[in-house]
């Protein structure tokens, strides 16, 4: 008995695409795929390009916060701050009011770096959302915003909501 010719895009049998799920796991995996290939010409991955996105915004936080701001557990977190640091991203600091801990600073280095990042992750959006006008651009966003907030502030799996502060 002949197998049947497949038909379509690979991966997008008529079966599968009925359930939203799979299409958004699917989305998911190809927008990973994209965004790390683009980080990776310099050196980060998704993970790395984040704890600079926070760190570029909020200014030097604990390793705790990080941690928190970025939706990665504490042991995760102190790999994601070597390796930054090994590659002179950022620094650990005294924190100035808690002797305890250290405040993580972004390099000169480090910026420079995730402004390369910017770039490169913007050109990752456009490749992924090409065939979207803007306003469905837009509509997508907050659709996803209103998921991700749903789901508990985007953790990654197996990670606690983040707590409300």
Same mark, same amino acid.
Request: glycine share 10%; hydrophobic share 35%.
């Given at each position: ?14 079966? !599968?695409?009925?359930?939203? +799920?799979?299409?958004? $796991?699917? *989305? ?7 965004? #790390? @290939?683009? =980080? ?25 916060? !990080?941690?928190?701001?970025? +939706?990665?557990?504490? $042991?995760? *977190? ?7 640091? #090994? @590659?002179? =991203? ?76």
């Amino acid at each position: 008995m002949a197998e049947p010719t497949p038909s379509g895009t690979p991966g997008l049998h008529p079966a !599968l695409v009925r359930n939203s +799920g799979y299409l958004l $796991s699917r *989305m998911g995996f190809f927008a990973a795929r994209v965004f #790390s @290939q683009r =980080l990776e010409a310099i050196g980060l991955t998704p993970r790395l390009w984040g704890a600079l996105n926070v760190l570029d915004a909020d200014g030097a936080v604990t390793q705790q916060r !990080l941690g928190l701001e970025i +939706g990665t557990d504490p $042991s995760s *977190m102190v790999a994601t701050i070597d390796e930054l640091e #090994s @590659q002179g =991203l950022v620094e650990r600091r005294p924190h100035p009011s808690d002797r305890r801990a250290h405040a993580i600073h972004i390099t000169p280095a480090g910026r420079r770096t995730f402004e390369r990042g910017r770039e490169l992750s913007k050109e990752a959006q456009e490749e992924l959302l090409g065939p979207l006008t803007e306003s469905e651009r837009v509509q997508l966003h907050d659709f996803l915003m209103r998921l991700a907030t749903a789901a508990g502030g985007g953790t990654h799996p197996g990670l606690p909501a983040r707590p409300e502060t």
